[in-house]
């Protein structure tokens, strides 16, 4: 069996992540602040599924928590064969309304801790010839919307240079790019939804699935539903002087308050 660690396992994507692998077979490595939570998730997948599950407890907004799943990826005897930096959250109002503290914690659990993990994790995995990162970003990298987007489209430059360094070593790298998903995400920020359209949101399950499919085929970026596809684009063909006026207007119109 392979071992897969994912972060932020378990609520949201990072869930869903952790059922569609242990479904298939996979041993886990769950990764999250919860201890409890996590203790249950991994009795849960285990009976469910007849694979082994780890529970790591670990912050990676702190560099103890951080360097906890540095030591878990770096471990040789038992490898990590696929890492899901899922990890993330958001901050509830605009630019100078959030405290800074707040931003620089998402930068260190958006940016830093994926760097570092995914630089623990593919070393050896270019020793053995395979293995596979999926860093969780948004479509929100591709938008001009504050911190959050910023630091999803550095997690996408990120992992796009990164694949391209590692071509040919047996090690794929993906950025995977969802819209809205019905997860815990806006609810943990504070954030109400009841403005987004219905047609906006996406399932978790599905979203993995697409991913796992794009994951095997070699994809660098992954978007996974033809609906944002087809909006990002049109984002691209949008000038960047007006997309910021308009995704402005869309986030106070559709975006989470």
């Known amino acids: 069996m392979t071992t897969a660690l994912i972060t932020g396992a378990t609520a949201g994507i990072g869930a869903a992540f952790a059922r569609r692998l242990a479904a298939d077979g ?54 990590v064969d696929l890492l899901v930096n899922n990890a993330g959250f958001g901050n509830k109002g605009k630019y100078l309304d959030v405290p800074m503290a707040d931003e620089l914690t998402m930068l260190k659990v958006h940016c830093e801790a994926v760097l570092r993990l995914t630089s623990a994790a593919v070393s050896g995995m270019r020793e053995r010839g395979r293995g596979g990162v999926v860093n969780v970003a948004s479509v929100a990298a591709f938008l001009p919307r504050g911190t959050y987007g910023a630091s999803k489209a550095w997690v996408v430059q990120f992992t796009q240079g990164v694949a391209k360094d590692l071509a040919g070593t047996g090690v794929r790298l993906m950025a995977l790019c969802p819209g ?68 402005s207007r869309a986030g106070r119109t559709y975006g989470p308050k």
């Open 26 to 79: 996979h041993n886990l490595v769950l990764v999250a602040r919860d201890t409890g939570r996590l203790r249950a998730q991994a009795t849960e997948l285990h009976d469910r599924h007849g694979i082994e599950a780890e529970v790591l407890t670990a912050d990676l907004s702190t560099d103890a928590g951080i360097e906890a799943v540095e030591k878990r990826l770096a471990d040789r005897v038992s490898p």
């Open 180 to 247: 809205f998903v019905r997860t815990e995400f806006h609810e943990r920020a504070g954030m109400g939804t009841g403005n987004i359209p219905g047609w906006m949101w996406l399932d978790a399950d599905k979203v993995v699935t697409a991913a796992l499919a794009d994951l095997a085929r070699g994809t660098s970026v992954s978007v996974p539903d033809p609906r944002y596809k087809a909006l990002m684009g049109l984002v691209k063909l949008t000038p960047r002087a007006l997309l910021g006026g308009v995704t």
